[in-house]
């Protein structure tokens, strides 16, 4: 009975709808005639009373009042910046302190929601815009809560980018396309357990720990790509191309995780002991408020039993 009167309800809505002066029709529909009003994108402040947006042009980075709406504040203008090379936008994160921004211009696709890019760090008492880093895009940069440093991937090795003396220290080096990623998720992981950064620092920013997939028993999977799709959205291009990923179906082997702890004073990495199933999962990894706990989350394969470890990052 509900059903029906959803249904009836429905249809009378159309019916009024073609009735009146705004008639329905597809192309109405396409042209986007009664699609709804989004709210522009936002992030609270470290003041509770103001948040930050980008403006229409995605030039301009302000901090509006809550309670007005009004402008409080530009907190950065590509068009003033210094050392700025950037033309827009895409994304932005503060570091604690609110002192450096982290942004980007553009997203290049990987999955679903993780993507490729170079990350730029704004420093705004400076007013200068510089690269995180000149060797090869990145992927999943996060500030240490000191805001002294950010840990980043890139061709699924972890770096970390020490901000006060423009130094990079490598985490990892054996990550491998299809064989090894380092503090970044694998395509199981982003779709099943929505998560593309796989790291989490220590409160202190000590420690950087990471998960480690091991994929090269994971069954591979080819498929096609056309058009500009074939060299990322350069054209023209008229020949398709390939791309081989690991993709595990429904009872396939999936990736060995493990994870490990960096540790900036030795600048040495070790592995935890956590007694995972050799077919588990590790959805989660984060430090408490103490620098000596870390908390491992795991699940079995059938995703029916969670387990929380509390490990010392320091003893393993």
Same mark, same amino acid.
């Given at each position: 009975?509900?059903?029906?009167?959803?249904?009836? &309800?429905?249809?009378?809505?159309?019916?009024?709808?073609?009735?009146?002066?705004?008639?329905?029709?597809?192309?109405?529909?396409?042209?986007?005639?009664?699609?709804?009003?989004?709210?522009?994108?936002?992030?609270?402040?470290?003041?509770?009373?103001?948040?930050?947006?980008?403006?229409?042009?995605?030039?301009?980075?302000?901090?509006?009042?809550?309670?007005?709406?009004?402008?409080?504040?530009?907190?950065?203008?590509?068009?003033?910046?210094?050392?700025?090379?950037?033309?827009?936008?895409?994304?932005?994160?503060?570091?604690?302190?609110?002192?450096?921004?982290?942004?980007?211009?553009?997203?290049?696709?990987?999955?679903?929601?993780?993507?490729?890019?170079?990350?730029?760090?704004?420093?705004?008492?400076?007013?200068?815009?510089?690269?995180?880093?000149?060797?090869?895009?990145?992927?999943?940069?996060?500030?240490?809560?000191?805001?002294?440093?950010?840990?980043?991937?890139?061709?699924?090795?972890?770096?970390?980018?020490?901000?006060?003396?423009?130094?990079?220290?490598?985490?990892?080096?054996?990550?491998?396309?299809?064989?090894?990623?380092?503090?970044?998720?694998?395509?199981?992981?982003?779709?099943?357990?929505?998560?593309?950064?796989?790291?989490?620092?220590?409160?202190?920013?000590?420690? &950087?720990?990471?998960?480690?997939?091991?994929?090269?028993?994971?069954?591979?999977?080819?498929?096609? &790509?056309?058009?500009?799709?074939?060299?990322?959205?350069?054209?023209?291009?008229?020949?398709?191309?390939?791309?081989?990923?690991?993709?595990?179906?429904?009872?396939?082997?999936?990736?060995?995780?493990?994870?490990?702890?960096?540790?900036?004073?030795?600048?040495?990495?070790?592995?935890?002991?956590?007694?995972?199933?050799?077919?588990?999962?590790?959805?989660?990894?984060?430090?408490?408020?103490?620098?000596?706990?870390?908390?491992?989350?795991?699940?079995?394969?059938?995703?029916?039993?969670?387990?929380?470890?509390?490990?010392?990052?320091?003893?393993?």
């Amino acid at each position: 009975m509900k059903r029906l009167f959803t249904i009836l &309800l429905l249809v009378f809505s159309v019916t009024s709808m073609m009735a009146g002066n705004n008639l329905l029709s597809l192309d109405s529909i396409i042209a986007g005639a009664y699609k709804p009003e989004k709210l522009p994108d936002f992030c609270p402040m470290q003041d509770p009373s103001l948040y930050s947006s980008l403006d229409e042009t995605g030039t301009k980075l302000n901090s509006y009042v809550y309670q007005t709406g009004k402008l409080k504040e530009t907190m950065l203008d590509l068009t003033k910046a210094r050392g700025s090379k950037l033309k827009k936008i895409a994304g932005y994160s503060f570091n604690g302190q609110e002192t450096k921004i982290l942004i980007w211009e553009e997203e290049r696709p990987i999955y679903r929601h993780s993507f490729l890019t170079e990350y730029y760090v704004y420093d705004r008492k400076r007013n200068l815009i510089e690269p995180l880093s000149e060797k090869g895009n990145q992927r999943d940069a996060k500030f240490s809560p000191d805001g002294r440093s950010i840990a980043f991937v890139r061709d699924n090795n972890l770096f970390i980018k020490r901000l006060d003396f423009g130094s990079e220290l490598t985490v990892t080096t054996d990550g491998a396309m299809n064989r090894i990623i380092n503090g970044a998720a694998d395509w199981m992981y982003e779709e099943e357990a929505v998560m593309t950064a796989a790291y989490a620092w220590s409160p202190d920013s000590e420690c &950087l720990a990471y998960l480690k997939f091991n994929e090269r028993s994971v069954p591979e999977y080819t498929f096609t &790509l056309y058009g500009n799709d074939r060299m990322g959205g350069e054209a023209p291009v008229y020949y398709p191309g390939f791309r081989t990923y690991r993709y595990a179906s429904a009872g396939d082997t999936i990736s060995t995780v493990t994870v490990h702890v960096y540790q900036l004073k030795i600048r040495s990495s070790r592995k935890l002991s956590v007694p995972v199933d050799a077919d588990g999962y590790i959805p989660r990894i984060r430090f408490t408020r103490s620098n000596n706990q870390l908390a491992v989350m795991t699940l079995n394969r059938n995703q029916n039993e969670f387990k929380l470890f509390f490990v010392n990052p320091k003893s393993g």
